[in-house]
């Protein structure tokens, strides 16, 4: 049975940091992809960060390239998001989740954890 976890949201205030980490358990081989997306109050799903478990090779969106840093701790079975210079539009419950290929489009994404709530404040 495939289980992610998050943890580590809270509120912050903006200019802050925070570390998001996802225990792993279950996950097929096959899903190599793991991922970070998040949804705001009131607006879709979004993704914002994703990661090849063994290379370790990072993809970024846009709004958090530069700020953002997605990892893993191969034998912790442990995803990571370092987020620093949080901004207030960043706001959002944050999920983590498995593919079998790479892609940004939140269809793509097959498990998914419960999600953790991060609040910026202003």
């Known amino acids: 049975q495939v289980q992610l976890v998050e943890s580590g949201g809270g509120l912050v205030p903006s200019g802050g940091s925070l570390r998001l980490s996802c225990a792993l358990s279950?996950?097929?081989?096959?899903?190599?992809?793991m991922g970070w997306l998040r949804q705001a109050p009131g607006k879709e799903r979004e993704f914002v960060a994703r990661?090849?478990?063994?290379?370790?090779?990072?993809y970024y969106s846009d709004s958090v390239k530069g700020r953002f840093t997605i990892s893993r701790d191969n034998a912790n079975d442990t995803l990571y998001l370092q987020m620093n210079s949080l901004k207030p539009e960043d706001t959002a419950v944050y999920y983590c989740?498995?593919?079998?290929?790479?892609?940004?489009?939140?269809?793509?994404?097959?498990?998914w954890g419960r999600g953790t709530q991060v609040t910026v404040s202003s």
């Open positions: 990661i090849r478990w063994s290379t370790g090779s990072p």
């Open positions: 989740a498995a593919a079998r290929s790479p892609g940004t489009e939140v269809a793509h994404y097959d498990y």
């Open positions: 279950g996950r097929p081989a096959m899903y190599y992809i």
